[in-house]
């Protein structure tokens, strides 16, 4: 891709040891109806059959950055440096993306010239499915930080000029919440947003990261939480309190409700807003419809 003009879009795709899974999420983001897009993928060091299944492919949109295996940080990182186009999309290695987001995604960002990133909804498949609905405005991103991620980390497009004169990266000392910290740095650059429609579909599977590291990953995202209340001039929430929202106990349906609900009603009453409601009042749901199947 010497010879072409910079991409409109870079599509950044960590990959390590995705075999079965990597072809389809490459075709996928191929599908996408964008000219001028290239899929950049750092294979982090895989020792499976991914670099022969994505060789197999035999598409010039594809760019392949190799590295010694350095863990998934440092894979984003180094495909943030090596980055070209004027915007930046996600993708996993073991997902798909719908064909037709990340156009959506662009049209967003274009007619909002504040904007620094948009995301989607998304679907899970697999071991586990269902539709996440994420907010849509920047005020409702902005309330849904105080408590985890505003964005599916993998959907998103960001507005690659501002990631660079801000010199932002993904963080090593935020393990396995790495996108829910950067965005909270993210946020302080411009708008937020996701377009409403299912752009990504998650597949859950008993190996993925956020299944190996789930202990780690929580306890990180706490200390995101913490920190970004703390920025944002918020009065953080117990860890507790945050973890009864986030991951809601499913002992007896009365208790599931009583507790995640206590813990709800401390978070709107730090910040009010709809946001904050629809998302705790959907915990509180989901938390008494987990403890009625267990």
């Known amino acids: 891709m010497s010879s072409r003009r910079s991409p409109l879009v870079t599509v950044l795709m960590p990959v390590y040891n995705a075999a079965g899974y990597v072809a389809d999420a490459v075709r996928s983001i191929l599908a996408e109806p964008v000219e001028n897009l290239e899929l950049l993928v750092v294979d982090d060091g895989s020792t499976d059959d991914s670099a022969a299944e994505l060789a197999a492919l035999e598409d010039d949109r594809i760019r392949v950055v190799s590295q010694p295996n350095s863990g998934l940080v440092a894979a984003l990182n180094a495909g943030l440096d090596a980055a070209r186009g004027t915007y930046l999309a996600r993708m996993d290695a073991d997902d798909l993306s719908v064909p037709g987001r990340i156009a959506a995604q662009l049209r967003w960002l274009q007619e909002r010239p504040s904007a620094v990133a948009c995301g989607t909804d998304y679907e899970t498949f697999g071991a586990v499915t269902g539709r996440v609905r994420l907010p849509r405005t920047d005020r409702g991103c902005r309330e849904r930080l105080l408590l985890g991620s505003c964005h599916c980390g993998a959907s998103v497009v960001l507005r690659?000029?501002?990631?660079?004169?801000?010199?932002?990266?993904?963080?090593?000392?935020?393990?396995?919440?790495?996108d829910y910290e950067f965005f909270t740095r993210l946020a302080a650059y411009g708008e937020l947003g996701n377009v409403p429609m299912v752009g990504y579909r998650y597949r859950m599977h008993d190996d993925q990261v956020s299944s190996r590291h789930v202990d780690v990953q929580r306890s990180v995202h706490l200390r995101v939480a913490a920190r970004y209340a703390a920025r944002t001039g918020m009065p953080p929430?117990?860890?507790?309190?945050?973890?009864?929202?986030?991951?809601?106990?499913?002992?007896g349906v009365a208790r599931a409700t009583l507790v995640t609900g206590g813990a709800a009603v401390?978070?709107?009453?730090?910040?009010?807003?709809?946001?904050?409601?629809?998302?705790t009042g959907r915990r509180v749901v989901e938390a008494a419809l987990s403890a009625a199947k267990s």
Not at 266 to 279: N, Q
Request: aromatic fraction near 10%; proline fraction near 8%; charge should be neutral.
């Open 160 to 178: 690659r000029t501002v990631v660079e004169t801000a010199g932002l990266r993904f963080d090593p000392d935020f393990p396995h919440a790495e």
């Open 237 to 251: 929430l117990s860890d507790d309190v945050v973890r009864k929202i986030m991951w809601p106990e499913t002992d």
């Open 266 to 279: 401390r978070a709107f009453r730090r910040r009010p807003g709809v946001e904050t409601a629809r998302f």
